[in-house]
């Protein structure tokens, strides 16, 4: 469940397929955000940290990090597993 681009972005991930991941995963986020889905929002943050992780560039880290913590400051205050 959730925005149409969460599936697709998993998959691309899935198959290192990062740039069209990406290309997936800010959509969603954005989506999610728009219509105020926490629980999305913060399950697709946790997605997108990790093939953040998983690719591994020089700028990934960062930003994994920041959207791990905005997934589990979401998470706990939701009381939702991740």
């Not at 999305?40 to 946790?46: G, I, K, N, V, Y």
């Not at 791990?68 to 939701?78: F, G, I, T, V």
Request: aromatic share 6%.
């Amino acid at each position: 469940m959730g925005p149409a681009d969460s599936d697709p972005a998993r998959v691309a991930a899935a198959a290192r397929l990062w740039s069209e991941a990406e290309e997936h995963f800010d959509p969603a986020l954005a989506a999610c955000e728009r219509i105020g889905a926490r629980a999305t929002a913060a399950r697709t943050r946790w997605w997108y940290a990790e093939m953040l992780r998983a690719r591994g560039g020089v700028e990934d880290a960062p930003r994994a990090a920041e959207l791990e913590a905005l997934a589990r400051a979401d998470a706990s205050e939701l009381d939702l597993a991740l």
